[in-house]
T-cell receptor
Framework: NAGVTQTPKFRVLKTGQSMTLLCAQD?????MYWYRQDPGMGLRLIHY???????AKGEVPDGYNVSRLKKQNFLLGLESAAPSQTSVYFC????????????????FGPGTRLTVL | KQEVTQIPAALSVPEGENLVLNCSFT??????LQWFRQDPGKGLTSLLL?????REQTSGRLNASLDKSSGRSTLYIAASQPGDSATYLC???????????FGSGTRLLVRP
């Protein structure tokens, strides 16, 4: 049981280049999330998904796109990278609910450190 | 708009001391609150989750409390150890959403 994994761990891009970050989870979680973490600002939600084939915008979605073609994978795309997108990107997953058995805990991957020059 | 604040931003204590980390939030309509630990260069690890109907949760030397009416949560660490050195983040789940709103964290250093 690997939990949440992210690929790649590090990446350096030039302004205008594109790339895709991959997140995979093996816990059969319905919900998946992409966050970015910047110094002094905590984590901010970029996009999230409440199930296979669905996506929704978070707090800071501009410049990013996502896809959830398979339940276990959640992809984050940067179509034209900008220096402002230099950050550490975290993926998370959860199986939230509203009943007594809800775990609702979000499990995080190890992160991808992205630098845009 | 929900905002989460953690004070202090950094804390240094000698080993063995009991300590309290603070988290405050502006909107009391939350579904739950989570405390996370983050080691340098690593992801987040969930420590404790408190549902809105609960007052506290305990795990080993950790105890988290929640006072929704005042918009506050505390994380109590008993008998601190150097291995507790990390950044601690709290996050609230707004009542109408599955998203988490994070504070910026408290960086804890426990000196041997």
């Amino acid at each position: 049981n690997a939990g949440v994994t992210q690929t790649p761990k590090f990446r350096v891009l030039k302004t205008g280049q594109s790339m895709t970050l991959l997140c995979a989870q093996d816990m059969n979680h319905e919900y998946m999330y992409w966050y970015r973490q910047d110094p002094g600002m905590g984590l901010r939600l970029i996009h999230y998904s409440v199930g296979e084939g669905t996506t929704a915008k978070g707090e800071v979605p501009d410049g990013y796109n996502v896809s959830r073609l398979k339940k276990q994978n959640f992809l984050l795309g940067l179509e034209s990278a900008a220096p402002s997108q230099t950050s550490v990107y975290f993926c998370a997953s959860s199986y939230p609910g509203r009943g007594p058995a809800s775990t609702d805990t979000q499990y995080f991957g190890p992160g991808t450190r992205l630098t845009v020059l | 708009k929900q905002e989460v604040t953690q004070i202090p931003a950094a804390l240094s204590v000698p080993e063995g001391e009991n300590l309290v980390l603070n988290c405050s939030f502006t909107d009391s309509a939350i579904y739950n609150l989570q405390w996370f630990r983050q080691d340098p260069g690593k992801g987040l690890t969930s420590l404790l989750l408190i549902q809105s109907s609960q007052r506290e949760q305990t795990s080993g030397r950790l105890n988290a409390s929640l006072d929704k009416s005042s918009g506050r949560s505390t994380l109590y660490i008993a008998a601190s150890q150097p291995g507790d050195s990390a950044t601690y983040l709290c996050a609230v789940r707004p009542g109408s959403s599955y998203k988490l709103i994070f504070g910026s964290g408290t960086r804890l250093l426990v000196r041997p």
